[in-house]
């Protein structure tokens, strides 16, 4: 396993990480606040005009043919720059199981106006009766005309779902799993919007008997909807963890700048002990951070089973991602609560990532779980 980045992947990271800082100004965060939507929309043009929405999409549809490991990388900068924009759900939740999975006409149709920028996608994958994306309790019989689905069933913290062209949905049906393209604004489909703490919005879907066609069926499919479903969620999980990442990295950057900054005593605060071993712990748990989420990045992209994987870089990501978020308004006391400080932004988006897709005691239950079905010989 290599963990050095590629010349592409170094290539990408060096673009997004221009384009983000040169876009992502204090100025521009405050007016993205101010206005309540969460999104920029000027960013995401931007971003478009760069192809870089076209990451994961295929070079025959107009996007650059890449996968898992270099949407970490974008991601990493998104959290860097606590960009507001939907990258996450519409590229990780929507494109890669479009790229995937989707049928030649639903790829044309979707994945082409993805790269350009002109929708947005996503995926609803925690249903309100069951923990378990792979085991869904949204139900799809089929229509009794015979042409299609009827959804029936209710969605949690679905991200982007007010923004979003199609909303994948994984339902039960009587032949097994399948991923429903569902239209968010379309008849038997309500929305309640929410918000996480990093202003991001979140809803809940509710599906009333909602009407899909057969042409939404991802693929064409009912069934190995589970196992795609189960794939998702590791890939979202892992995109959560890089996206942490670069939150707690740049945290860290930010308050080692202050600290050398801020004299107290005569002497900056950087250079008294107990502040050196808060931010020194900060550096370890971000390594540890850095290199679980990047071996599960690396098992998924090549096609191996992660979600043990999944589970331990989410674990780091929430439980050592608290640890930096705290030291880090901590150590800037009472500045860190100044709104046009920058530090208390990357707080509120390390409070998110904790909790999305589980915080780091329901990775713990998980991992314990399985390690308990997996009896003494495969734990040895």
Known sequence: MNFELSEDQHALRDLARQILEREVTLDRLKAVEAA????DDALWSTLAEANVLGLAVPESLGGMGLG?????????EVGRAVAPVPLLPALVLGGLPLARFGSAEQQ?????????????????????????PARPATRARRDDRGDGFRLSGRKRLVPAAG????????????EGV??????PAGPGVRL?????SSSQPLFEMTLDDAPVGDAELLGGDARGGDRIAAWLHDCATVATCATQVGVSERAIEITAGYLKEREQFGAPIGSFPAVQQRAADAWIDLQAMRWTTWRAAWLLAEGLPASREAAVAKFWAADGGSRIANTAQHLHGGIGSDLDYPIHRYFLWSKGLELAWGGATPQLARLGAEMARSG???LA
């Open 192 to 196: 309640a919007a929410g918000r996480s």
């Open 163 to 174: 923004r979003a062209a199609r909303v994948l949905v994984p339902a039960a049906t009587d």
């Open 178 to 183: 399948g991923i429903f393209l569902v239209d």
């Open 68 to 76: 898992l490991l270099e949407l970490c990388v974008l991601l990493e």
């Open 36 to 39: 309540g939507e969460g999104v």
């Open 376 to 378: 003494p010989q495969e």
């Open 108 to 132: 044309q149709r979707w994945l082409t106006a993805l790269a350009r920028g002109e929708v947005v996608l996503s995926a609803a994958l925690e249903d309100a009766g069951s923990a378990e």
